[in-house]
């Protein structure tokens, strides 16, 4: 089956840069996603990698290579708010049955952001 | 205000009662989904829905039954619920195509099971 693997804890200070790393052990997805999730929160939506590359948006930037299977997503200038579980996501090949498959998480990484 | 609701938001039951966890999205969304969250486990999807009347098993069904017989409601069922489906459980919907990486998550139900 398919499995996205990531760190499970991260910590660093405000205002520090931080990478959390997502690989997939399958070949073929069809993109990346990120979800942030606070404490007793829904999972909201970050970004989303299509193909190869950086995506920006604001402090949060996302990465993808297809070829290692492998993604990061770089947070910039930390702020106490974001303390949080971060998700990559991504969705497997189409089933056999022809039916389309919806996300794959992984397992989450917790932020701790330090003043 | 686009977003998804979920009831109850809370509930303690006993093994064996059936119960329904109710899902509604306002956006018009084709897919929608419903999760289950456990420590150290992430988002499992339970089921998945393509539209109404389409609906297909995730990686974890078992015990679980869902409906789509309209495109806003996809409630989930539980018919004889067991203490291992205590469990924080969230539904979910998103468009077609690529915005289906976007997922809109309802506030969750924290359900026990006793």
């Known amino acids: 089956g398919q499995s996205l693997e990531q760190p499970s804890e991260v910590t660093a200070v405000e205002g520090a840069i931080v990478q959390i790393n997502c690989t997939y052990q399958?070949?073929?997805?069809?993109?990346l996603s990120w979800y942030q999730q606070h404490d007793g929160g829904a999972p909201t939506f970050l970004s989303y990698?299509?193909?190869?590359g950086l995506e920006e948006t604001g402090r949060f930037s996302s990465f993808l290579s297809r070829s290692d299977s492998y993604g990061y997503l770089l947070l910039q200038e930390l702020q106490m708010k974001d303390s949080a579980s971060y998700f990559c996501a991504v969705r497997p090949p189409t089933l056999s049955s022809g039916s389309a498959r919806q996300l794959t998480f992984g397992s989450g990484t917790q932020l701790t952001v330090l003043p | 205000e686009a977003q998804v609701t979920q009831n109850p938001r809370y509930l303690i039951t006993v093994t064996g009662k059936k119960l329904t966890v109710t899902c509604s999205q306002n956006?018009?969304?084709?897919?929608m989904s419903w999760y289950r969250q456990d420590p150290g486990l992430g988002l499992r999807q339970i089921y998945y829905s393509m539209n109404v009347e389409a609906t297909d098993k995730g990686d974890v069904p078992e015990g679980y039954k869902v409906s789509r017989k309209e495109k806003r409601n996809f409630p989930l069922i539980l018919e004889s619920p067991s203490p291992n489906q205590t469990s924080l459980y969230f539904c979910?919907?998103?468009?077609?195509?690529?915005?289906?990486?976007?997922?809109?998550f309802g506030p969750g139900t924290r359900l026990t099971v006793t």
């Open positions: 990698n299509a193909l190869d």
């Open positions: 979910a919907s998103s468009s077609r195509g690529l915005g289906a990486y976007e997922q809109y």
């Open positions: 399958t070949s073929g997805f069809y993109g």
């Open positions: 956006m018009n969304h084709e897919y």
